[in-house]
């Protein structure tokens, strides 16, 4: 194993692992993703939609954007770089592209959910355009560029912020779970000879 290649599944595994500390799969399986719905006094609704709470949310969100960043050596945009060091192991290598191709399908994809035109007029936002829009435009780039824009249009009312916070946050536990199987891989390949975790 390269030099390079070790150091950044050393990377991989730390950080999936304060990803795991962090807990926030965990607390959405909790909480749940859904919403109750109900009549005030005043025959107007009050809705409350279960989200992880703030603290949580962005620490996670901080190390988990890492794995997306193609600078990060551990990213998911560069595990085919990892995987073509011969030095590794034919089934961590495999493994590893299969992960990558698993992330790239699922962003490809269409949250079953939000129908053409919810947010914008014959728009279908993919996965992968939720996922960039509120994690650049909300929380890591708050300016006013295109996405924040965009970010503001598909917010502008409470019920479709909401449906697009819970769709964002269903994205981030999926890619959270992707994240931890390629750090199960990693952790069996940099382990000495004899002492793989088989049942990972």
């Not at 014959?122 to 996922?131: D, K, W």
Request: hydrophobic letters at 40%; proline letters at 3%; charged letters at 25%.
């Amino acid at each position: 194993m390269e030099q390079g290649t070790w150091l950044a599944l050393t990377q991989l595994v730390e950080h999936a692992n304060k990803l795991t500390q962090y807990g926030f799969t965990q607390h959405a399986i909790e909480a749940g993703l859904g919403f109750h719905a109900a009549r005030d006094a005043e025959g107007g609704w009050e809705i409350e939609f279960a989200l992880p709470d703030d603290k949580e949310r962005d620490a996670t969100l901080l190390t988990f954007r890492r794995f997306l960043l193609r600078r990060e050596a551990y990213s998911f945009h560069n595990f085919e770089r990892i995987a073509s060091d011969t030095g590794l192991t034919m089934g961590f290598r495999n493994g590893l592209i299969r992960i990558r191709q698993s992330f790239l399908a699922y962003l490809s994809g269409h949250p079953s959910q939000i129908e053409v035109g919810f947010f914008e007029e014959g728009v279908a936002p993919t996965r992968g355009e939720i996922l960039d829009t509120v994690l650049n435009a909300a929380f890591f780039h708050t300016d006013e560029s295109p996405k924040r824009g965009r970010y503001q249009n598909w917010c502008r009312d409470d019920i479709r912020a909401s449906i697009l916070h819970q769709a964002f946050t269903r994205i981030v536990v999926t890619v959270l779970e992707l994240i931890e199987q390629a750090a199960v891989l990693a952790r069996n390949e940099l382990a000495p000879p004899g002492n793989e975790n088989v049942a990972a």
